[in-house]
């Protein structure tokens, strides 16, 4: 307990539920670096009964914690009057989708595919089923350490590439050529270390991207592609 908010630990290496707060308010200093603190350690936060906060009060608890809000491509499915929130669902609402459907359909880190990667992602749950579609969770700090020294030897300095319009072509196995170059130009390729420093930990870890729409860069493609899904594996176990 924290300033009398609960805080329970889900599981050994990722997700901490805090309990008895409502996001919507105007939260003090403390209160705002105790969440900080606790998000850059357990890597997830969990914050149950927040139902009622709204769009704006959910943006202005996001601008707390520093970084640039990412507008996503697919624009026709953020809220109108906030570009920020991208809506996923898969709910029809006036003959129309009230949200992308083809989300988190493979493992991923949100913004990978950005020149500067995301400091942190914000997801609100409005209404979800009561069974499977569980969102899921690693943690690639404790991934990389976790690795035999060998293994950690063997990816040093390897970097890999990341393409939203290589994503892309996944999701939309039907896109035509003109609409994948598009698509780059929206959100031209990017380059990342595969082994990241925490800037704030200071500690290092794997860097996959997305499972779709990431490659290891310099290598033979059957052996990076090989090695990626050794990583990946290892990650999500």
């Not at 805080?7 to 990722?14: I, K, S």
């Not at 997700?15 to 105007?26: C, P, Y």
């Not at 991923?108 to 914000?122: A, N, R, V």
């Amino acid at each position: 307990t924290k300033r009398g908010l609960e805080v329970v630990d889900l599981a050994e290496h990722v997700g901490t539920r805090i309990d008895s707060l409502d996001l919507g308010k105007d939260l003090d200093e403390e209160t705002v670096a105790i969440i900080r603190a606790a998000c850059v350690e357990r890597t997830l936060l969990l914050f149950r009964g927040q139902a009622g906060l709204a769009a704006s009060a959910y943006l202005a608890f996001a601008r707390r914690f520093g970084g640039r809000p990412d507008l996503h491509s697919l624009r026709h499915y953020c809220l109108p009057d906030h570009h920020e929130i991208f809506v996923v669902g898969n709910v029809d609402e006036k003959e129309a989708k009230a949200g992308s459907p083809k989300v988190g359909l493979n493992w991923h880190t949100d913004h990978y595919h950005l020149p500067e990667p995301g400091l942190f992602t914000y997801l609100h749950a409005i209404e979800v089923p009561p069974g499977q579609g569980d969102t899921r969770y690693a943690n690639g700090i404790a991934a990389y350490e976790a690795l035999p020294a060998g293994k950690r030897a063997e990816i040093e300095g390897l970097k890999v590439l990341h393409s939203r319009a290589r994503l892309f072509k996944n999701l939309f196995p039907e896109a035509t050529a003109a609409e994948m170059e598009a698509e780059r130009r929206k959100v031209p390729d990017v380059v990342h270390p595969l082994v990241r420093t925490h800037p704030e930990l200071g500690k290092r870890g794997l860097y996959l991207g997305g499972e779709w729409g990431s490659r290891i860069d310099g290598l033979e493609p059957g052996r990076a592609q090989a090695l990626y899904d050794e990583l990946l594996q290892h990650l999500i176990q």
